[in-house]
């Protein structure tokens, strides 16, 4: 399993933080799990292959602007 993590600063409004990879939003699956802990971000990957190589972004948004993490 490969875990990674970002943090999110407090943002005015608040901001949504989701993690992506190839323009898609990942949500918790049987192959990843995410999870927060305010203001912690973390994306497992669960049994990781080759197939899983890539980039991933921490992708925050809220009215004023957006932000990503590679």
Do not use: H
Request: glycine letters at 4%.
């Amino acid at each position: 399993n490969f875990t990674i993590s970002c943090i999110e600063v407090e943002s005015l409004p608040p901001a949504k933080t989701v993690w992506m990879q190839n323009g898609k939003i990942i949500n918790t699956t049987s192959k990843y799990i995410v999870s927060e802990n305010n203001p912690n971000y973390k994306l497992t990957i669960i049994n990781v292959t080759k197939k899983d190589e890539g980039t991933y972004y921490c992708y925050s948004e809220n009215p004023l602007g957006e932000r990503e993490l590679e």
